[in-house]
Every structure is written in structure tokens, then in C-alpha cells.
């Protein structure tokens, strides 16, 4: 088996196993959980039990995670801490361990027992992922652990049927010195895919964090073949991220919110892969390759109020994985105000669009996130259309608007196509703001629910594009204003500044 055919034959096989065919309630597949120390939470079973075992693979999840660690006496056992009911493992014989049993009254596994019950039948579904444990006595005695760890799993036949992960690099290097053809996966985060690759070590199972820290790491994996995982992962934006960015594999303590969470993103975004994203984690201002700003007060066609900077850091920061959009009173500026409007400089023909992003509360202000055309094919506008993806004016606090504007439907005519949507959360909790763009309609969505749609009327010949100019590239804007003929309309509450919209991401999948 090649290095990356093992996860592959493990997905393959995993997504044949659906719930459905099992005791309880038909959920999703789970063929890109690993298990972390058994499915041990949701049952409430003790971490690393021969119980917890069973359960993922009665969940049929693509791994089961377990650590194995050397006794006193060379007995491997499944425990993650090196000490066990006030003993360290290392130094305490198993008949020692023994005496204290685990809270469902089994004795402390060995791995030949965890062996014994993945290997039953001639393999199961679920893959080991068999940690070893660094030594807190010594390198040595982790090297010891290793080539024991190895004759086991020669015992059962299943060296190239575990994947073997480690905080210690020279565990794993060890065992590509013993069998070249390992599968392995290094977990401190430390190494470039490409150092892995040189040290031939196949996997990348990082915390996630690592990844949103670098995440031109996750290319390079994909480059050089290593495999991606990440650990251990219990929330749905983190799943979310994980999955948008095509990961092989997830360790999770909550094996059915992955799985609900994986059936989400088929159910969405089905054959779309992610194209563009600006997920705003590495603090400072924005990526000037992606953004740029439109500057100047002039009202912009609607009587606001702001100036808009050249990306001021007063006015735009990423911050803690977010990006700041601000609005402020400000002496300095024409008008009293100042704020920022992003400009995407590339846009995008056909699509699904994200923006997930919190509101700035108070009266006055007009958050926005939307679409103009890269080249106004069809002339100035409206004739080239607009794309209103979330439009919240502060007096109005409850409701967010989607709206398209046209030569034909626009709001100088009254006659724009528009919906409006009550939520009492919009200045308390993020929200998903997505737009599935094809040639025949404009989908919005808000949290993942329809809220408004436009049909191509497909009107042919030259005047077409009067209700249709939408087949032409599009750019995203984001900004704040102040004021403003529909802003401002029943004037300006000073008391709210600095007004701060958050984006989490953008991202947009074709």
C-alpha cells in the first residue's frame, strides 16, 4: 500500500457503513472521524476503554484514536496519562495497574486487547490510530516502546493497517527505520510538510490552530502528499473550517456533530470546492494582494456622512482571528466621521459566496456587505447591476435586506427586488450570509436558509441585460456608513461610536 492509499481505502470503506444500518438512529457517515480516545463522550464510557473502542466502531468511524505506554514490566498498555490512579505507568508493574480498575469496571486495556478487537474478523472498518506516548523516563525507553509497539502490530498483521502518531519525532523516525512503509503522522506542529516529507513521515495531525497559524502548510501538504488531520476539534466553525479546506481527517471527542457537520457540507456545497477565502487569522491589517479601498467623502450617491480611509488601522485590524470593520467620530474628517469600505480586486463569475459576520448596533449606522461588477459591462449604474448580500440600517434593528438592484428593478424607480428578515441576534451573534450565483437565478441564504431568490428572466436580444446583467464578474465590498438617505433617516445616535462590524471569513466555492 502507497502512503496515501490506506486513508483512502479507510474513507472508501467507512462511507459503505452508514448508521442506518445500525442499532440506533440513522445518522450521516462518519468517514472522516477519528475518534479521540474511543467514542467515549457521547455514551459516557471511560476514554480509551475496550467500550469506547467498540463504540466508534459500532459508529463505523473512519479511526479510533488510543496511546499505548510501556509498563515497568514491558506490558503495553492504552492509558493517555503517564500516571494511572496515582502511579506512573513507566514505573509500575500491570499486576500493580490492575488493582484499579477503569469506571465501567474494566481492567486498564492492553493494546494486545485493542489489537485483538480491531483486527476481529480479519479487520474492521475502523483504522487504529495508535499514539505512543513520549517516555518520562527517557529516550531510550521510548525507543524501547516503539520496536515492542512494532512486534505487536507484526503479530496481528496490521503494520501497514495502523496509522502510528507521536509527539516524538524520533518515534517516528524510528519506526520508518524499522518499516520504511509506515504509515505515520507527527502531532507537535513543529515541521513543515516539506521536513515531513524528507523524514518520511506521511501525515500532518496538527492542532488546528497550527494550521489557521500557517495555513499555506495545508497546500504544501497537499504537494507533497502528506495527509491532513487535525486535533482534537469539538466546535462546529472549527469543523466547518476543517471541512471547507478539504481536510483528509478530524479528531474529534463529538464523532456525531463531525459526522452532522460532514453532511452538511455534502448537502451544501455537494461537487463546489472552496476557491477563495480570506479566513482574517493572522493579526495586522488586511492582505493587500486580496483588498484594496475606496477613499473619500463625497456621499457616495446616498448623502452619508463618512470619509472612507485608505485602510487605516483605526478603522480596519484583524484582531483574534476577526476582521475589525469600524466606523468613528472623527474630528479630522469633513463630516465628523470616519470608516472603511473594502474592495475585493478580484471578483468572481458563478458560485456560492460566504460572509459570515457580526453587526455594529445603533441608530445611524448602515452595515453592508455587497456586490459591485469588475468592469460595468453594461454601463454605470444600475445598468451593471448590484448585489445587496446583507443591508442593516441601525433604526431598524431586528431586520437584515437582501435586494438586487438592475436597469430595470432598482430603488430610484421603486421597483427593486428586495426581502427582509427578522432576527433579534443580529448585533449578539455571528451570522452566515451566502449567495448561490448561476446563470439562471440568484439564491440568499441566512444561516443556511433560503430567505430570497431572483430568476434570470431571460430576456433576449439587447435589452437583456436590463434585468439580467449578472453574467459578468463580481467583487465583494464590506463597509460601514454613517448616515445616509435610508441610514440616516431618522438621524444619528452619537453615544454608539466606535461601531465595529466582525467578519469571520469569506469564502466563496465553485
Known amino acids: 500500500m502507497n502512503r496515501l492509499s490506506l486513508w483512502i481505502a479507510i474513507a472508501l470503506l467507512s462511507s459503505t457503513l452508514s448508521y442506518a444500518q445500525r442499532p440506533r438512529r440513522q445518522t450521516p457517515v462518519f468517514k472522516k472521524v477519528v475518534a479521540h480516545r474511543g467514542a467515549w463522550k457521547q455514551a459516557g464510557l471511560p476514554e480509551n476503554s475496550i467500550a469506547s473502542l467498540k463504540e466508534a466502531i459500532r459508529l463505523g468511524c473512519m479511526g479510533s484514536e488510543f496511546d499505548v505506554q510501556l509498563t515497568k514490566d514491558d506490558s503495553l498498555v492504552v492509558n493517555h496519562d503517564p500516571v494511572y490512579a496515582g502511579d506512573t505507568i513507566e514505573k509500575t508493574t500491570y499486576r500493580q495497574l490492575l488493582q484499579t480498575p477503569l469506571k465501567n469496571a474494566e481492567p486498564l486495556p492492553t493494546l494486545y486487547r485493542y489489537l485483538s478487537v480491531l483486527c476481529k474478523d480479519g479487520g474492521r472498518p475502523t483504522t487504529a490510530v495508535l499514539e505512543i506516548k513520549p517516555s518520562v523516563i527517557s529516550k531510550q525507553r521510548a525507543i524501547k516502546t516503539t520496536k515492542a509497539v512494532l512486534a505487536m502490530a507484526e503479530q496481528f498483521d496490521a503494520l501497514d493497517k495502523i496509522i502510528f502518531i507521536s509527539f516524538d519525532y524520533e518515534v517516528l523516525k524510528e519506526i520508518h527505520r524499522q518499516v520504511p512503509g509506515a504509515h505515520t503522522a507527527y502531532l507537535n506542529g513543529d515541521k513543515t510538510p516539506e521536513q515531513l516529507k524528507a523524514d518520511g513521515i506521511t501525515g500532518a495531525d496538527y492542532h488546528y490552530s497550527v494550521f489557521k497559524k500557517h495555513p499555506d502548510w495545508m497546500e504544501a501538504a497537499r504537494k507533497n502528499n502528506i495527509i491532513l488531520n487535525a486535533w482534537t476539534v469539538n466546535d462546529t466553525a472549527t469543523i466547518d473550517w476543517l471541512l471547507v479546506h478539504n481536510f483528509d481527517a478530524i479528531t474529534t471527542n463529538e464523532p456525531a456533530l463531525v459526522a452532522d457537520r460532514a453532511a452538511r457540507h455534502q448537502r451544501i456545497y455537494g461537487n463546489k470546492k472552496l476557491v477563495f477565502s480570506d479566513e482574517f487569522n493572522l493579526d495586522g491589517s488586511p492582505d493587500e494582494a486580496i483588498w484594496r479601498y475606496d477613499t473619500g467623502s463625497h456621499g457616495w450617491g446616498n448623502h452619508e456622512l463618512e470619509n ?26 469633513p463630516k465628523g466621521y470616519s470608516s472603511v469600505r473594502m474592495v475585493q480586486k478580484k471578483g468572481f463569475l458563478y458560485g456560492r459566496l460566504e460572509v459570515r459576520a457580526k453587526l455594529p448596533p445603533g441608530r445611524g449606522l448602515w452595515p453592508a456587505i455587497w456586490l459591485l461588477p469588475d468592469q460595468f459591462k453594461y454601463g454605470g449604474w444600475p445598468a451593471s447591476g448590484e448585489i445587496d448580500l446583507m443591508e442593516n440600517v441601525g433604526y431598524n434593528p431586528d431586520s437584515v435586506f437582501f435586494t438586487i438592484h438592475t436597469e430595470k428593478y432598482n430603488h430610484v424607480k421603486h421597483t427593486q427586488k428586495s426581502m427582509g428578515i427578522y432576527s433579534s441576534s443580529l448585533y449578539d451573534q455571528f451570522h452566515t450570509y451566502s449567495l448561490e450565483w448561476s446563470p439562471d437565478k440568484l439564491l440568499f441564504f441566512m444561516d443556511d436558509r433560503k430567505v430570497f431568490e431572483f430568476k434570470n428572466e431571460k430576456i433576449t436580444g439587447k435589452d437583456g441585460f436590463k434585468s439580467w446583467p449578472y453574467d459578468q464578474p463580481f467583487h465583494l465590498l464590506l463597509n460601514i456608513a454613517v448616515g445616509g438617505d435610508w441610514g440616516g433617516a431618522k438621524g444619528i445616535d452619537n453615544s454608539v461610536f466606535p461601531a465595529t462590524m466582525l467578519i469571520d471569513y469569506v469564502r466563496i466555492f465553485q
Open 308 to 333: 472612507y480611509t485608505n485602510g487605516d488601522t483605526a478603522n480596519v485590524l484583524i484582531k483574534n482571528g476577526l476582521l475589525h470593520v469600524r466606523a468613528l467620530r472623527d474630528s479630522q474628517q
